[in-house]
C-alpha cells in the first residue's frame, strides 16, 4: 500500500505540474490584462508601466513562467495583482466558506440519493419507487437558479423562516458560539438543498440500478432462505456490493468540494472558491487562478485516490498493487 | 401711580412669559441630533481593499475617507476646500511654498497624536518609486515636504500651477509609525485592520464577502460625533435582491439605484427619500480615426446626427441624465454650458453623407463609397446592461440612414485590450473624470502613444495648445474662456459621439436626518447623520 501511494503521488505530481504548465501559458496568452483596472485618466500611463514591472508582467512570459514555476515549489502561491495580498490569505478565507456549503451539499446529496436509491430497489415498480424516481428527476430538471429563486421566493419572502442570502446575520458573532452555530445553519440550508438534495435523483438512480443488479445475484436469494430480515439482506448483503460504483461517483464528487458551486455562491451571496475563481478569471488575477487550479487538481487526484482505496476496502478480493492499479 | 406700575410689571412678566414659551416652541421644531442607532448600507460589490496605498476604487474611497483625514476637505465646486486635519494654510507669495497648520487634537486610534510628522511620511510613501502608488504623478511637483515643528508642515514646489492646493490634498495622511515600520510592499499589502486611523470611524469588523461594520472611532477629534453607534455595508451582489431588501427595510441606504426603479419606490416607498444629482461621469461612442471610415470630421458628426441621444436618455435613463456636449461635465468649475447638442436629424445625416461621397450604389439599403460598404463592429462590453441597450438602439437608428453595424459585445477586459490598441472601429464607453479641468490626458496628442487614454487617435495642435495655456492660468476666470474654446472644437470635431451625463440616484430611508450627499461623495458627511431614538431600530 505504501508504493502504490508513493508511486500515485509520484504521477500525480507530475499530472499536477503539467495542468498548471498549460494553464499558465493558456491565462497568459488569452487576450486581456490585469492591469486594465488601472486604465483611468486619473492614473497616469507611467504609473501603470510602473505597477506592471511591479508584478513582474512586464517579463517575457517564459522568464515569468520559471520564476511563477520557483515559487509555487517552494509552497509560495504568490500575491493577487487584484488584491494585492498573499493568495494564501485569499484562500484561506474561501476555502472554508465553500467547503461548509459543500460538505453539507455532499452530504445530503449522498444520504438523500442512497436512501432514495435503496428504497426504489428494495420496492421495485411500487408507487413509492414510482413517485420518488419521478419527483427526484423532476427536482434534478430544474435548473438550480431557477430552483433557488423559487426557494427564497417561498421560504424567505412568503414564509419568511428562512435566510435568503449570505452565511450568516449581520452582528450576530458578538452574540456568542451557539447563536452564531445556529443562525449558520439557518443560512445553510437552503443553498445545501439547492446543491444537495436536488443532484440526489442521479445517485438514487445509480444506487437504485447498482441494487438491483446485485439483488438479483444467488446469494441474495441464499441469504433471504437462510431467514435473514429484508433490511439485513439490503443493508448487510446488498448495498455493500452495490456501493462500488457508488464509491466511484463519491470519489468523482471530492473536487466539487473545493471547485465550488459558482451559480448557488452568486444568488446567495456566498463567498467561496466559486466566486473568487470567476471574478479572478475576468479580473485576469493569473496567480489566483493558478492557484485554484492547483487546488481543484489536488481534489480530483485524491478523489480518485480514495476511491481506489475505498474500493479496496469494501470488496477485499480487490487489492491495491504494486502496479498502482486495482487487481482482484 | 402705583396702579400703572402694577399694570407695567404685569405686562413686563406676561411678555416675558410669551417669549419664553415662544423661544421654546422654536427649539422644540428645530430637532436636535440624537446619538444611537445603526445604518445599514446596501452594496453590490465588496471592496478590494480599503488600504489608500493600494486601492484605486472610487466606492472603497468613500470608506476609507471616513477612516482617515486627508489636511482638506474639497468643496463641491472643486475649486475651494475646508480645513480638515489642517485647520488652515497659506501660499507664500512666490507660491513655491505652501503651509500647512494642523490641528492639535487629532489622535490616531492607538492613541498617538497626528503630527506634521505624518504628512512628510505620507508624502515620502506617496512618492516612493518601490511603492508605486496610484497617484504618484499628482505629487510630482512637490520637491519636498518640510516639518517646521509638530503642527507645521511645509510644501516645496518646483513648478508653480493652479491645482498644486488640490494635488497636495489628494491621498489621506497615513501614521508615520505605520508607514516606516514596513517595507513599500508590505505598506501595499497591509490590512486596513493593521493601520491606525483617524477620522471619525474604525472598522469593528470586515466579513469579507457579507459585510463591513463601522463604529464610532473614539478618539475622533470632535466630541460628540459620530451620532450612529454603527454602520453596516451589507454586501448584496444581486441588483434585484438590492432593490428588495430596500423596499423591505431590511437596508435604509443604497445608491446606484436604477432609474426604471425611481417611480416605482416614489410611489410605493414614500418613508424614501430620493437624492438626484449630475455625476463626473459621461457615456460616448467612440469614433477610431485610424479606421478611414471616421477619419472625417464632417462623417463623424453625420453618424453623430444620425444617432437620438435624447430617445436613448429617456427610454434607459428615465430622464434621469443629461445630454453630452462636452469632453468635460455640467459639474466641473471649466465646463462650457453653451456648446448646443448636434441636433438628431437623418435627413440632414444622409445629406451631408452623401455630399462625403456615400451613395447606395447596390441598392441593398447600405451606403458605400469606393466599393467599400459604410459598416463596422459596435464594440461595447458584457454585463453592462444599458451599455447593450445602447448598441442595440444606435444600430437600428444608424440603419435608418444607410450605415450597418455589428454589434459585437464581449468581456471586458477583452473588450479594453482592443480599444488600448486602436484594434476597433466603433466602441461604447464611458469616463469618470477627475475634478481638475485638464483635457491632456484623453485629448492631448501625446495621449496617443502606447498605454495613453487618446484611444480615438486625435490630435488638433489648437486644443493642445490652447489646453497648456489654460492649464497654467491661476486665475479660472481668465482660464474660462480658453477652455471653452477646447470644447467647442473638440465637439465640432466630433472624435465622440459624446452621449449622455448620467445621474446619481441614491436612496435613503426618511429616519435618518443630517444626511448632505454630494456629487464627491454619499457618505462625506456621514459622522453627522442621525437617527432619532424612537425609529433607531437596527440589526
Known amino acids: ?328 | 401711580m402705583n396702579i400703572d406700575r402694577k399694570i407695567f410689571r404685569g405686562a413686563a412678566g406676561c411678555l416675558v412669559v410669551v417669549l419664553i414659551l415662544a423661544a421654546g416652541s422654536c427649539s422644540g421644531r428645530r430637532k436636535a441630533a440624537q446619538r444611537g442607532g445603526t445604518l445599514i448600507v446596501g452594496e453590490i460589490n465588496d471592496y478590494e481593499s480599503l488600504n489608500p496605498m493600494q486601492t484605486t476604487d472610487a466606492h472603497a474611497r468613500d470608506v476609507y475617507d471616513l477612516l482617515f483625514l486627508s489636511l482638506l476637505y474639497e468643496n463641491e465646486d472643486f475649486l475651494t476646500f475646508k480645513p480638515r486635519l489642517a485647520k488652515s494654510w497659506e501660499f507664500s507669495p512666490d507660491r513655491k511654498r505652501l503651509t500647512f497648520h494642523l490641528r492639535r487634537d487629532v489622535v490616531w486610534s492607538d492613541g498617538q497624536k497626528c503630527t506634521a510628522y505624518d504628512v512628510q511620511a505620507t508624502f515620502r510613501a506617496q512618492t516612493d518609486p518601490e511603492l508605486v502608488w496610484s497617484g504618484r504623478h499628482l505629487k510630482q511637483h512637490v520637491d519636498s515636504v518640510e516639518v517646521i515643528d509638530d503642527w507645521t508642515v511645509v510644501y516645496h514646489f518646483s513648478h508653480i500651477y493652479p491645482y498644486q492646493l488640490m494635488d497636495v490634498n489628494d491621498g489621506p495622511i497615513l501614521p508615520k509609525h505605520f508607514l516606516e515600520s514596513r517595507e513599500p510592499a508590505q505598506i501595499k499589502m497591509a490590512a486596513i485592520e493593521e493601520i491606525p486611523v483617524n477620522g471619525p470611524f474604525r472598522i469593528e469588523e470586515w466579513v469579507k464577502g457579507q459585510s463591513l461594520t463601522l463604529v464610532p472611532n473614539r478618539y475622533y477629534y470632535e466630541p460628540g460625533k459620530p451620532y450612529l453607534d454603527k454602520v453596516i455595508f451589507k454586501i448584496i451582489p444581486d441588483q434585484t435582491t438590492l432593490i428588495t431588501q430596500l423596499r423591505s427595510g431590511e437596508i435604509d441606504c443604497m445608491e446606484s439605484i436604477p432609474p426604471r426603479e425611481i417611480e416605482n419606490l416614489s410611489r410605493n416607498n414614500p418613508e424614501l427619500k430620493i437624492f438626484d444629482f449630475p455625476t463626473r461621469a459621461y457615456i460616448y461612442l467612440a469614433w477610431n480615426s485610424l479606421n478611414p471610415l471616421f477619419a472625417e470630421p464632417r462623417v463623424r458628426r453625420a453618424l453623430t446626427m444620425g444617432i437620438d441621444r435624447k430617445l436613448i436618455i429617456d427610454n434607459l435613463y428615465y430622464g434621469f441624465a443629461e445630454e453630452c456636449t462636452s469632453p468635460f461635465v455640467p459639474l466641473l468649475w471649466a465646463y462650457n454650458p453653451n456648446i448646443q447638442a448636434i441636433p438628431y436629424d437623418p435627413e440632414g445625416a444622409r445629406k451631408i453623407l452623401a455630399e462625403e461621397g456615400f451613395a447606395d450604389a447596390d441598392g441593398d439599403g447600405f451606403l458605400e463609397r469606393g466599393g467599400r460598404k459604410l459598416e463596422f463592429d459596435l464594440l461595447t462590453n458584457q454585463g453592462n446592461q444599458i451599455r447593450n441597450d445602447i448598441q442595440v438602439m444606435v444600430t437600428a437608428q444608424l440603419e435608418k440612414i444607410g450605415v450597418k453595424v455589428n454589434p459585437v459585445v464581449m468581456e471586458w477586459t477583452v473588450m479594453l485590450e482592443r480599444y488600448k490598441t486602436s484594434q476597433y472601429d466603433a466602441v461604447i464607453n464611458a469616463w469618470r473624470i477627475g475634478t481638475k479641468a485638464d483635457l491632456a490626458p484623453i485629448w492631448g496628442c501625446e495621449a496617443r502613444r502606447e498605454g495613453g487614454y487618446n484611444r480615438v487617435n486625435y490630435c488638433n495642435q489648437v486644443v493642445d495648445s490652447l489646453n497648456a495655456l489654460a492649464c497654467q492660468m491661476l486665475d479660472f476666470d481668465e482660464a474660462r474662456p480658453l477652455f471653452h474654446r477646447i470644447q467647442e472644437i473638440i465637439y465640432q470635431d466630433q472624435p465622440y459621439t459624446f452621449l449622455y451625463v448620467p445621474h446619481a440616484l441614491f436612496a435613503l430611508d426618511n429616519r435618518f436626518q443630517g444626511a448632505r450627499p454630494d456629487p464627491i461623495s454619499m457618505y462625506h458627511n456621514l459622522y453627522e447623520w442621525w437617527v432619532a431614538k424612537s425609529d433607531a431600530g437596527g440589526e
Not at chain 1, 476555502?95 to 460538505?103: A, E, H
Not at chain 1, 435503496?118 to 424516481?133: E, K, P
Not at chain 1, 421560504?155 to 456568542?176: D, E, N, T, W, Y
Open chain 1, 1 to 328: 500500500m505504501t508504493i502504490f501511494l508513493l508511486k500515485r503521488a509520484g504521477q500525480s505530481l507530475l499530472l499536477v505540474l503539467i495542468v498548471l504548465t498549460i494553464t499558465f501559458f493558456m491565462l497568459h496568452l488569452a487576450p486581456g490584462d490585469p492591469m486594465a483596472r488601472y486604465y483611468h485618466p486619473d492614473i497616469s500611463p507611467d504609473t501603470v508601466e510602473l505597477m506592471r514591472e511591479q508584478f513582474g508582467l512586464d517579463k517575457p512570459l517564459i522568464q515569468q513562467y520559471f520564476y511563477w514555476m520557483g515559487s509555487f515549489l517552494r509552497g509560495d502561491f504568490g500575491v493577487s495583482l487584484r488584491y494585492n495580498r498573499p493568495v494564501r490569505a485569499l484562500l484561506a478565507q474561501a476555502i472554508p466558506n465553500t467547503l461548509r456549503l459543500t460538505v453539507a451539499a455532499l452530504a445530503l446529496y449522498i444520504i438523500v440519493g442512497v436512501l432514495l436509491g435503496i428504497m426504489s430497489a428494495a420496492r421495485r415498480y411500487s408507487l413509492l419507487d414510482r413517485l420518488s424516481t419521478v419527483g427526484a428527476l423532476f427536482v434534478y430538471s430544474i435548473p438550480s437558479f431557477w430552483l433557488a429563486l423559487m426557494l427564497i421566493l417561498l421560504f424567505s419572502l412568503k414564509l419568511g423562516i428562512l435566510p435568503s442570502s449570505h452565511m450568516q446575520s449581520l452582528g450576530v458573532s458578538a452574540r456568542g458560539a451557539f447563536p452564531l452555530f445556529m443562525d449558520r445553519l439557518s443560512h445553510l440550508i437552503l443553498p445545501a438543498f439547492v446543491l444537495g438534495v436536488a443532484s440526489a435523483a442521479g445517485m438514487a438512480r445509480y444506487t437504485r440500478g447498482s441494487m438491483l443488479d446485485v439483488l438479483r445475484e444467488d446469494y441474495i436469494r441464499t441469504a433471504r432462505a437462510k431467514g435473514l430480515s429484508e433490511g439485513q439482506v439490503l443493508l448487510k448483503h446488498a448495498l455493500r456490493n452495490a456501493a462500488l460504483p457508488v464509491v466511484t461517483i463519491i470519489g468523482l464528487s471530492i473536487p466539487f468540494l473545493l471547485g465550488g458551486a459558482v451559480i448557488t455562491e452568486k444568488i446567495f451571496s456566498w463567498p467561496g472558491m466559486g466566486q473568487l475563481t470567476v471574478d479572478s478569471i475576468y479580473a485576469r488575477d493569473y496567480p489566483v487562478v493558478l492557484a485554484v487550479n492547483f487546488v481543484v487538481a489536488l481534489m480530483v487526484i485524491l478523489g480518485n485516490l480514495l476511491a481506489d482505496i475505498g474500493y479496496a476496502l469494501l470488496d477485499p478480493r480487490i487489492k491495491v498493487g504494486p502496479g498502482g492499479g486495482r487487481s482482484s
